[in-house]
């Protein structure tokens, strides 16, 4: 099984607009097991996006280091797939081909055509090959961008938010769709998200981060088998939970009159 | 409301045929070989009565020449105010007004030697615009993704580019062998700067996200020029081939004046020295009729590549 993230005491710095200097990440480490969903999860300025684009090469680390199986990471592959909260599929291609872009880039397409029209059934957008993204709604865009990401078989898919642009009806769907996928290709997932509810539904582990400067407080693993009961007891539970590690307490509000 | 609107061109030409039938020719005029303006006017009656009574048949089918109908009838208005003013009254200096037959007779009878004239220019201007166009899309390619190329080639751009090119004329006229060549470069010189400039700034202005999303997919930087870099500063890239080409035509009449031995700009501007302001017209005719082809057909072509916009953007 491969897919095995670590990252050991990973420091990251920028500079804002301001010229100030911001601690994105201070002093990380975490390791992630082949075959983990993990989601990274804490308020705004909590270096969770950091952190993702990190395991993906887009950036490097100041100090510390990011290995995939063991190896240093230096800049971004095709063994981690990455889905971005815009869907930025190129708008020049049609789905088709902007699915078929990664292996066309790695001339792997010659042979592989049989690849691309199966991820486009399996994200469900058979019959949309030749639409262009402009013609699709916003949770289409997301499904061929999903498949373009799982296309070339990355050992690691990485998540930025990935439904934060979506409507709840079409965020729940697609929330099944990448758990259905997930038990189909077995593949690393690492997700950044807002939603405390997607987080609890989806991963194994919950990575909980706070700002200033941006580290990790805890990891929750959350025990409960598939599928979960969205707001049943022990989901709520959780949910409790992380709140309180965020420091978000949970009052009962009054009630408007007393019998 | 619809019958009357698809009558009025039928009224409008059956009066300017009148016009120029009836109403006498002023004695100032040099007598044109054919009365070539009736000839049109009693065309577009015919026409456009017949267009009329078809629709009378079938209503759905005027719908779109009803649309049209009312421009149809400006342009038989101006055409008639046109011929009173110059054959008809010669309220107009008859010397630079020529009477619209006379313009039509040199349409006509000079047809061979204006065709020439324009197959010349074309020639020019096609060698001039390709030459351009490439140069200028490869400029601005590595301008807009290699930093060392920016900070060298850009200021040159920058300095060289807003040169009208009539202002390059000695130095050209030095530095080629032939006056053709020499005509080719002004041209290409006129549609390489506005299309380096707009090239370079279309991919400065691609969102990174595209790049990112390349990277991640697993595209070499070469892949990401061509596949990512390019196609989408693609809108960009025909605006400047747009405002190159117009630049072109405004160069080509430039050009021809360095010695060129046929040319429809040489043809404008000999005919001028000649006083012969009927030619003059005739070449003018000709030469927005073959730019108005040729900016069409460009914009065929942007709308056949750029599908993706569709429904996106407009101009």
Redesign the interface.
């Known amino acids: 099984m491969v897919g095995g993230i670590e990252i050991s005491h990973v420091n990251k710095e920028f500079t804002n607009p301001q010229g100030e200097t911001v601690r994105a990440l201070h002093d990380v480490s975490l390791s992630i097991a082949p075959g983990d969903f993990i989601s990274l999860i804490g308020p705004s300025g909590c270096g969770k996006s950091t952190l993702l684009r990190l395991i993906?090469g887009?950036i490097s680390p100041d100090s510390g280091s990011v290995k995939l199986d063991g190896g240093d990471i230096t800049?971004?592959?095709?063994d981690?797939?990455?889905m971005?909260q815009?869907h930025?599929l190129?708008?020049?291609?049609?789905i088709y081909d902007n699915i078929a872009?990664?292996l066309?880039?790695?001339k792997i397409f010659r042979g592989s055509e049989k690849l691309v029209d199966e991820f486009i059934s399996l994200v469900g957008l058979k019959g949309f090959e030749k639409y262009?993204p402009?013609q699709l709604s916003g949770g289409m865009c997301q499904r061929a961008s999903l498949a373009?990401?799982l296309v070339?078989h990355p050992k690691v898919l990485?998540l930025d938010e990935p439904l934060g642009a979506l409507d709840a009806f079409t965020r729940m769907n697609m929330q099944d769709e990448i758990l259905r996928i997930r038990a189909e290709q077995n593949m690393t997932m690492i997700m950044v998200t807002h939603d405390v509810d997607e987080a609890i539904y989806l991963s194994d582990r919950i990575v909980v981060m706070t700002p200033r400067p941006g580290k990790i407080i805890s990891v929750v693993d959350v025990g409960l088998s598939h599928p979960r009961a969205r707001g049943g007891e022990d989901f709520l539970a959780y949910h409790a939970k992380i709140l309180r590690l965020l420091n978000y307490t949970i009052s009962k509000p009054e009630p408007d009159y007393y019998l | 409301m619809h019958k009357l609107k698809s009558f009025l061109p039928v009224l409008f030409s059956a009066l300017a045929l009148i016009t120029a039938l009836a109403l006498p020719d002023s004695p100032l005029h040099p007598e044109a070989q054919a009365p070539f303006l009736s000839y049109v006017f009693a065309a577009v009656l015919i026409v456009t009565a017949v267009l009329f009574f078809v629709g009378l048949k079938s209503p759905r089918y005027t719908k779109k020449y009803t649309h049209k109908a009312p421009f149809c009838c400006g342009v038989l208005a101006f055409l008639t105010v046109l011929n009173i003013l110059t054959v008809k009254t010669a309220i107009l200096p008859v010397l630079y007004f020529p009477s619209l037959d006379r313009v039509a007779g040199v349409l006509i009878t000079d047809a061979a030697f204006i065709g020439k004239c324009l197959l010349y220019s074309l020639r020019l201007l096609i060698t001039g615009w390709v030459c351009g166009a490439a140069a200028g899309i490869f400029t601005g390619i590595a301008i807009g993704v290699n930093p060392g190329a920016r900070y060298w080639v850009y200021p040159l751009v920058r300095v060289l580019g807003p040169i009208p090119s009539t202002a390059w004329v000695p130095l050209v006229l030095v530095s080629f062998p032939t006056v053709v060549s020499a005509s080719a470069f002004l041209i290409a010189l006129a549609v390489w700067f506005p299309t380096t400039v707009l090239t370079s700034s279309g991919i400065g202005s691609i969102q990174n996200s595209y790049f990112e999303a390349a990277a991640t997919l697993g595209a070499s930087p070469g892949y990401t020029i061509f596949k990512v870099a390019v196609p989408a500063a693609l809108p960009h890239v025909f605006i400047g081939l747009f405002n190159g080409t117009t630049a072109s035509f405004i160069t080509l009449v430039t050009a021809e004046m360095l010695g060129a031995k046929y040319g429809i700009g040489w043809y404008i501007n000999w005919q001028k020295e000649m006083m012969s302001y009927a030619n003059v017209y005739a070449g003018l005719i000709v030469m927005s009729i073959t730019c108005y082809l040729l900016i069409t057909f460009l914009f065929k072509f942007r709308d056949k590549v750029l599908i993706w916009q569709k429904g996106v953007i407009k101009w």
């Not at chain 1, 800049?75 to 095709?78: F, K, L």
């Open positions: 993906s887009l800049s971004p592959g095709s981690r797939g990455f971005f815009e930025t190129f708008p020049w291609l049609n872009f990664g066309r880039a790695r262009y402009h373009r990401a070339g990485l």
